[in-house]
Each structure stands twice: as C-alpha cells, then as structure tokens.
C-alpha cells in the first residue's frame, strides 16, 4: 500500500479534483471515506473528482435532498460509489437503516463523525479545512462580486487495520 503523507495544501477547485483522483486509486470495494468540513470547504467537489476517477455514471452532486445515492460505475463490475450524506442522522442506527452494501462499494460519508466507528473498524479520515477571513479582502484584490478561491488544508488520517 503506498503511504499517505498526513496533509496537503490544495489550492483551487482543480486542484481538489485532482487530489480526489489520487486517493481514488487507493479505495477498493468494502473501503469507507469520512469526509468532514464545513459547509463550502469542498467535500462534494472532492467527490466528484473520485466520482471522475472511478469513472461513475452520471453526475456527482451534493446530496442535499436524499441522505444516499449510489453512483454505478460504467465497468459495472466495479464496485460503485455510494455518497452519503449524514447531516440528518442522529446515529450509526440510522446510517446502518440507510442498507448501505459497505462490503461490495466504495463508501463516501459527510458529516459522519461519531457514527462510522459502528459501524466498520476502518476507514480513511479527510478534513478539509477552509480559512476563514480571507474573503475580507476580496475587494483589494480586484475580485469585485467574485468569491475568491481560499486555499485549503486537508488532512487525511488512515484509521484501523485497512491502513495500518
């Protein structure tokens, strides 16, 4: 397995595509992703750059209006990418409800701290933090109604006997 440094500088939306892409060829079926960052720190636009990576069918989008979506790979012997949304769950029981076939997908879960630990003994832990305040300036730097793009950091945190 190769090893992970512990944290990444990423600079642009791109670029966090382009990350996802990397750590893509590190999953395999029965693997589990807890993403975790505040609204806007870019976890769906990392799923959609391990969505490109896995060659999903259809569009990885935000999964604001259901908890779980199972994206189907185009080799459909592949194992597909399940991405979750967990914002709304009070507990593991609840996530486990949802029927998730961890064993055979890859697993992406948001806002799922506290509830994964019940339910598998590995997964790969990424933070994505967003700085905050740098927006202040936006106007000094000739954005004018723009947001402008924040670098983040992201760290990635292998936990239990899978990435041991």
């Known amino acids: 397995m190769k090893a992970l440094p512990r944290e990444f500088v990423v600079a642009t939306p791109d670029e966090m595509v382009l990350f996802a892409e990397r750590v893509a060829e590190l999953l ?8 975790t960052g ?13 969505g490109r990576a896995l060659g999903v069918r259809g569009a990885v989008t ?6 779980a ?21 009070a507990s593991a ?16 879960i948001e806002w799922g701290a506290g509830m994964v630990e019940e339910l598998t003994d590995s997964w790969l832990s990424i933070t994505i933090d967003r700085p905050r305040g740098a927006g202040d300036d936006a106007d000094d730097a000739g954005a004018d109604d723009e947001e402008p793009i924040e670098p983040r950091r992201v760290t990635v ?3 239990g006997p899978r990435w041991s």
Do not use: N, Q
């Open 69 to 89: 979506r199972t994206h189907p790979r185009l080799d459909s012997a592949e194992p597909p990418l399940v991405h979750v949304d967990a914002y709304r769950l």
């Open 93 to 108: 029981v609840e996530l486990d409800d949802l029927d998730i076939d961890f064993a055979r997908s890859i697993v992406v």
């Open 28 to 35: 395999s079926a029965g693997d589990v992703v807890l993403l």
């Open 38 to 50: 505040e609204l806007g720190a870019g976890k769906t636009t990392f799923t959609r750059g391990l």
């Open 157 to 159: 945190d292998g936990v």
């Open 62 to 67: 935000s999964p604001t209006f259901v908890l």
